[in-house]
């Protein structure tokens, strides 16, 4: 496939721009680049044609199956996308005054008050673009609470299980603290004895994905924050498997004191192949005066904006990544109080729906009911035939399914992490562990079929060695 | 209600029925009974048309300015109707990140086309595949140098953002890097002042330009003079600006970067935005985030994947030097498709007028009694102007006539205009200022 | 079998150290690049750097992970391999030549495994 740079022709142009009807100003040329920037010229016709060739060589979930463990990739609703464009939200400048921003100050309100029923927290802020930028800000209201106790010299560890998502260390680090981890019991949960160890006048906080990356609620959740509690640190909940329990369960009776959830995953905002996401942060009362700046809050004619007393500052510019909260706001107020716990308990059926037909042929890696997701080990069939998970996920793509998670939790080497969300029907949840049973069958009988898989996609396996070894990063130009 | 649950009701007792369960409670049996919750204060869900009704009665109280003379970090330029189009395309909207090469081939080519033209566009060697915003890419590029032991300070120019300078103090505080501002002296950053504030162990220096208040900087001065003490430099910079203006790797920068906004995206209350960030190729294993690199595939055909990836929070974990992991991905694609539309010509034409807007309306509002530029530097397409009545009440009689004025700052004025505000629409301003102005008299 | 050089001596993190003359050598073993597969990048230290017995000073890249190299001794980085950064695949070619740093002023190390020691360690670890 030509890049836009191949296909650009001198001298093309597309009549956007009226000619200037003032005087043109004229720099100083010592201020002016030297020559212009080489970008593409191109009619509308050719552009078009250019992306609707590399919409031909995108999977999205329009396209089909998409169980991508840890990523929650449910359908995303053409309805939120239609007002997501309204001009009344597209055409806001987001310095106009306050008194002509009660509808964005509205949704962003009540997004927040939804948010803060689902997760049984206090307060919310919609600032953090994304799920580890939640985490960030999350870790920064451990970081104040602990500062302003005078404990924040001796507080400077944030316990981590071992099978956490690589962004909770990496977010850690960011805030300022190190990082202790700490192993899963035999049956996946956290180890409490292992805990117990582990916490000290010097713990921070803990943060905890419940369900866990194995897909399994913790049910030593309630001692788990309290030996956390006991210790003086806090407890931040990564709300990235919030999909399994909303509505059945919140993060803020599990005693958890700070929380992220991800409107990407969770509310149905589309991830945009790989962005723009929003990762909204609530906290209990007692943390609320840290919050990022501005605040959203409800006032005699609506909402409007107000200062927490003693504000972390800002995470980012203005108010977050608004259109992203318009869609799940739409998105929670058409599911509403019946919708959002038929959600969860929908993804976890399906999930354990998907998890029994394939429990005959493949290891389930902690075999238990599990919540909205499920891990395979693939170890035993790698020793077995030689086939890895890898491959499995490779073969997937020739029948037009998108691999699950690979490789991930770390804890088990040959894991494949399988989440079918709720917007499933049975039919393609059957369909697809067809695949996978078809699948098992050809790794035993023709695993060369599956290392060299795909066969069907329009590139076979890239070289990513050399890829990163010799980094071609631009276009190179004639 | 609404739900997008496709099976019925008996297919899911069915099912459940096939797990030897009877109702849906008993797949949370393992939820200790103090953490469930058994009903949510929330409002009956709606169908399509309900919420359709609700979400736009919201909308519609917000107030779309016709006129538009705002800026102070979000601009309202003109978006090519084949941007959105092209941007709307489901597989784009829907995809996940590219993980999987072989069915992603089309996001990351259009990855790996937006980091040429980010290079292009800024005269560096690489860039990375966007972070969340301008303040966020800011606060990652000033890190960037830190190393925790020669080099743990950054200086920052006051003349910038004041939401950038405040992003940038959260992510260093947290980091226990130190923060100096540098003072602003006639609307730009006092380059003595930052000569001074510099030494062996600041990291990187930061400025913008233009500045917050318009103001192109002494950017060659600043980046020698940081150089000279062993800094490295982060330039901001209006990247709509570049298609006529010096770029950062041509004044020597070291790290450029800025918010996208400009280029394709609507003002949207503030977000979603994108973050650009661009490096001389001495940098390029410090940048944060996900990289597109070229390669082959296993039959020699050229082909693209996220690359460089053991930088990253999801295999260095707690060593990795940014936790970023979803960028703005469709955000990065709307940059690309606007800049290939408008093309060199086209960029360079909303520069230019922009910039001679801004001009026009500098010199027409400065024959108003009472409006004169705060400092006589050379600026792009904003400039800071006294006011001689309130600026708040000025912006609200403009308001009256569907229009955003300028953003009141201490007494001041910060006012822009671009391409989008021609000589009728400038003209039809400044009459209803004389107008406002003699009414308060 | 991987290959293990007589004359060298040997860490339980597979690193091989050779001395010439008080100046220490310092790299990563035929098992170790076997198991860490092909190696992309190399992080090494500064020249100047201390370095500590036990404690990482370098890490290498794969494409999908990256491992720390621990120093067998403390002393003073005097030499990196800067061969390294450019061509990060002699690891995987030729390990015994891929030195990554030589340590002066070394004060402590490590007690070291020979040759016949090292190759037995790695026959547990394989087990």
């Known amino acids: ?478 | 209600m609404g739900s997008y649950i496709p099976n019925t009701v008996d297919e899911r007792l069915e099912m459940l029925k096939s797990l030897g369960l009877s109702s849906f409670d008993e797949l949370y049996s393992v939820v200790p009974e103090a953490a469930r919750v058994r009903e949510l204060d929330l409002p009956d869900g709606l169908s399509e048309m309900e919420t359709v009704a609700a979400v736009s009665r919201i909308a519609a109280k917000n107030k779309v300015f016709d006129s538009i003379f705002r800026g102070a970090g979000a601009y309202c330029h003109y978006i090519p109707s084949v941007v959105k189009a092209i941007t709307s395309k489901e597989d784009f909207v829907t995809a996940y990140t590219p993980y999987q090469a072989e069915i992603s081939q089309g996001v990351l080519q259009s990855i790996f086309e937006y980091q040429t033209q980010i290079c292009e566009l800024t005269g560096m060697d690489v860039s990375n595949a966007s972070v969340y915003d301008g303040a966020t890419a800011a606060a990652e590029a000033v890190l960037m140098n830190v190393d925790g032991r020669r080099k743990k300070k950054v200086v920052v120019s006051g003349a910038a953002d004041p939401q950038v300078i405040k992003v940038i103090r959260t992510y260093c505080d947290s980091r226990n890097v130190e923060v100096t501002v540098v003072p602003v002296k006639d609307c730009a950053t006092d380059t003595e002042a930052l000569r001074s504030a510099v030494d062996r162990e600041t990291a990187t220096v930061y400025i913008q330009s233009p500045n917050y208040y318009g103001v192109l900087e002494d950017a060659e001065d600043i980046i020698s003079a940081s150089h000279e003490a062993g800094a490295k430099v982060a330039m901001g910079v209006n990247p709509i600006s570049l298609g006529i203006m010096k770029t950062p790797g041509e004044y020597g920068a070291d790290i450029a970067c800025g918010e996208g906004q400009p280029l394709g995206l609507p003002l949207s209350f503030g977000g979603p935005y994108i973050g650009f960030m661009a490096a001389k190729k001495d940098m390029m294993r410090k940048l944060p985030g996900r990289i597109v690199g070229q390669t082959v595939d296993a039959d020699g055909r050229r082909c693209f994947v996220l690359t460089l990836q053991a930088r990253e929070q999801h295999i260095r974990r707690e060593k990795a030097s940014s936790n970023i992991c979803s960028n703005e991905a469709l955000c990065a694609m709307t940059v690309s498709v606007y800049l290939a539309a408008m093309g060199p010509e086209g960029l360079k034409k909303a520069a230019v007028c922009s910039a001679s807007h801004a001009h026009y309306l500098a010199k027409e509002l400065s024959k108003l009694d009472g409006f004169e530029l705060v400092s006589g530097r050379e600026f792009f397409d904003e400039f800071l102007m006294t006011c001689p009545v309130d600026p708040d009440k000025l912006n609200e009689k403009l308001a009256e006539n569907g229009i955003l004025g300028g953003l009141p700052i201490d007494g001041n004025i910060l006012w822009c205009a671009t391409e989008m505000n021609g000589k009728a629409d400038i003209d039809r301003l400044v009459a209803l200022v004389a107008d406002i102005v003699k009414e308060a008299e | 079998m991987s290959n293990i050089l007589d004359g060298l001596k040997y860490s339980k993190t597979h690193e091989w150290v050779s001395d010439d003359d008080g100046l220490i050598s310092l790299g990563l073993t035929d098992f170790a690049q076997e198991e860490l597969g092909d190696i992309v990048f190399v992080n090494l230290p500064e020249e100047g750097d201390s370095i500590v017995a036990g404690e990482a000073f370098a890490d290498v890249e794969s494409v999908k992970a990256v491992s720390d190299v621990y120093s067998p001794v403390t002393g003073v980085v005097a030499q990196i391999n800067e061969e390294l950064l450019d061509n990060p695949a002699l690891i995987n070619e030729a390990p015994y030549d891929a030195w990554f740093v030589k340590v002066s002023d070394v004060e402590d190390s490590e007690d070291l495994l020979t040759a016949g020691e090292y190759a037995d360690f790695c026959k547990s670890e394989k087990e």
């Open chain 1, 1 to 478: 496939m030509k890049l836009l740079f191949e296909i650009s022709s001198s001298g093309r142009r597309q009549s956007l721009l009226p000619d200037c009807d003032v005087n043109e100003y004229k720099f100083d040329p010592s201020l002016l680049r030297s020559e212009a920037p080489r970008l593409p010229e191109i009619s509308e016709v050719d552009l078009d044609r250019h992306y609707t060739e590399l919409a031909g060589e995108t999977f999205g979930v329009n396209s089909g199956f998409y169980p991508l463990g840890s990523c929650t990739m449910k359908y995303n609703p053409k309805v939120n996308e239609e007002l997501a464009s309204l001009r009344g939200f597209t055409g806001i400048h987001p310095l106009q005054p306050e008194s002509t921003v009660k509808g964005s100050l509205e949704v962003m309100g009540r997004t927040q008050a939804m948010l803060c029923e689902i997760t049984g927290m206090d307060k919310m802020t919609l600032q953090p673009a994304a799920g580890a930028h939640g985490e960030y800000t999350g870790l920064l209201l451990i970081r104040n609470y602990h500062r302003d106790r005078g404990e924040l010299g001796r507080r400077t560890k944030i316990i981590v299980p071992e099978s956490a998502h690589g962004t909770n260390p990496a977010s850690a680090v960011m805030a300022g603290f190190t990082v202790v981890s700490v192993p899963s019991n035999a049956q996946g949960g956290v180890d409490l004895d292992a805990l117990r160890a582990a916490v000290g006048d010097d713990t921070a906080g803990l943060m905890l994905t419940n369900p866990n990356t194995l897909g399994l609620f913790d049910p030593g959740i309630l001692e788990i924050t309290k030996i956390i509690h006991d210790a003086g640190g806090l407890c931040y909940y990564d709300g990235a498997n919030l999909n399994a329990v909303m509505g059945h369960a919140r993060p803020g009776d599990m005693g958890f004191d700070c929380v992220h959830v991800n409107l990407h995953k969770t509310f149905s905002t589309p991830h945009g192949g790989g962005g723009p996401g929003s990762g909204p942060v609530g906290c209990k009362s007692f943390l609320a005066k840290y919050l990022p700046s501005p605040e959203i809050v409800e006032t005699a004619d609506g909402y409007g904006f107000s200062e927490a007393e003693n504000s972390m500052g800002k995470v980012r510019s203005f108010y977050g990544n608004f259109l992203v909260v318009v869609r799940a706001f739409a998105y929670m107020l058409t599911l509403g109080r019946q919708g959002i716990p038929e959600a969860s308990e929908n993804a976890v059926l399906n999930a354990n729906y998907m998890m029994r037909k394939l429990a005959p042929a493949y290891k389930i890696a902690y075999d238990a009911q599990c919540m909205h997701e499920f891990v395979m080990d693939i170890g035993p069939l790698k020793d077995e035939v030689g086939v890895n998970a890898m491959d499995i996920a490779k073969r997937l793509l020739d029948f037009g399914i998108h691999p699950p998670t690979m490789y991930f939790p770390l804890i088990v080497h040959e894991a494949l992490m399988i989440e079918p969300t709720e917007t499933e029907s049975k039919e393609t949840l059957d369909r697809a562990c067809e695949v996978l049973l078809e699948i098992f069958k050809e790794a035993k009988e023709n695993p060369e079929l599956l290392h060299s898989a795909p066969n069907d996609c329009s590139i076979s396996r890239p070289d990513e060695v050399n890829a990163a070894r010799n980094p071609v990063l631009k276009y190179i130009f004639e």
